[in-house]
Structures are given as structure tokens and as C-alpha cells.
């Protein structure tokens, strides 16, 4: 079984800055994909960025420009730098790895708890 445990979403101001983070911990063979999604009240969710094993990164249109994906691999982590941030960015942020177990050949994806972030003057 695997656990995803997030970190450093808070309160902030317009224009400031928030550092993501998430940590995954089982029996965890390897890991292919990580990303983060996030959702909004009465929204879907969303993705926000996703990062595969070879360190290509993807952003929706929304975040380009201000958000930056990065892992640590040999901590089977993966972080979401949060740059100039808007209103609109206000949501619950989840976490998300795509996971391959020494049992089993496809990934499985697991999700954390989901971080708030809040976005208010």
C-alpha cells in the first residue's frame, strides 16, 4: 500500500508565493508520472501539472509561467512551486503518482488528502 502525504498550502496574498509538496511512502517499485490537480467549490478537478519519470513537464494553460513541477526522486517526491498567485488559483490541491509494485506490472495511481490553498487579500 502506498501513502501520499502533502504539504505547504496556507493562506496568502495575491502575488505571493506557496511551495507544494508530497511525499510518497509503501512499496513502491517505481514511480512513472507525478502531478497535482486541483478543485475548486461547484468546479471540476483540474489539472494543474504533471511530470513524468524523465523530468518532462506539462502545465495547463492557467499556470504557465508561474508554476514550476519538480521531483526528487530518490525521495519519491514531487513539489509545485507557486509563483504570482491569483484568486482563481484558490482550490484544493491533490497530489497525485502514478505507481508501479514489484507484484504488479501496470501503474496504479494514488492520491494524497488534498492541501487548500487560499488565494485573498
Known amino acids: 500500500q502506498v501513502q501520499l502525504v502533502e504539504s505547504g498550502g496556507g493562506l496568502v496574498q495575491p502575488g505571493g508565493s506557496l511551495r507544494l509538496s508530497c511525499a510518497a511512502s509503501g512499496t513502491i517499485f517505481s514511480i512513472n508520472d507525478m502531478g497535482w490537480y486541483r478543485q475548486a467549490p461547484g468546479k471540476q478537478r483540474d489539472l494543474v501539472a504533471r511530470i513524468t519519470s524523465g523530468d518532462s513537464s506539462n502545465y495547463a494553460d492557467s499556470v504557465k509561467g508561474r508554476f514550476t513541477i519538480s521531483r526528487d526522486s530518490a525521495k519519491n517526491t514531487v513539489y509545485l512551486q507557486m509563483d504570482s498567485l491569483k484568486a482563481e488559483d484558490t482550490a484544493v490541491y491533490l497530489c497525485?503518482?502514478?505507481?508501479?509494485?514489484?507484484?504488479?506490472?501496470?501503474?496504479?495511481?494514488?492520491w494524497g488528502q488534498g492541501t487548500q490553498v487560499t488565494v485573498s487579500s
Open positions: 497525485y503518482a502514478q505507481i508501479v509494485h514489484a507484484f504488479r506490472r501496470n501503474p496504479y495511481a494514488y
